[in-house]
Nanobody, 118 residues
């Protein structure tokens, strides 16, 4: 059974930091490119950051460049999203997504809520 389980969300004040984690099981994690998405209330789901299976290439939404960092540890089957200088507009449910490279095989996590508010 494939599972992507996110953790690390919560309530944080503007300017604060959080680190999200997504632990994968049931897949060969090192064969999957990983992406963090987010969805705010009333808005479409948007890509936040992505990382290739070997960590060679990362991409970020313009809105988070310089503030967020995606990384992964293939030995721990885990992808991370370090979020710094958080803003109220970063409030959303954050989802982990994994897609096997050069394949349509893909999986979603259940999401973790991030709320940035004073």
């Amino acid at each position: 059974q494939v599972q992507l389980v996110e953790s690390g969300g919560g309530l944080v004040q503007p300017g604060g930091s959080l680190r999200l984690s997504c632990v994968a099981s049931g897949i060969v994690f090192s064969s999957f490119d990983m992406t963090w998405y987010r969805q705010a209330p009333g808005k479409e789901r948007e890509l936040v950051a992505s990382i290739t299976r070997n960590s060679v290439v990362t991409n970020y939404a313009n809105s988070v460049k310089g503030r967020f960092t995606i990384s992964r540890d293939n030995a721990k089957n885990t992808v991370y999203l370090q979020m710094n200088t958080l803003k109220p507009e970063d409030t959303a449910v954050y989802y982990c997504y994994g897609r096997r490279t050069w394949s349509s095989e893909a999986y979603w996590g259940q999401g973790t809520q991030v709320t940035v508010s004073s």
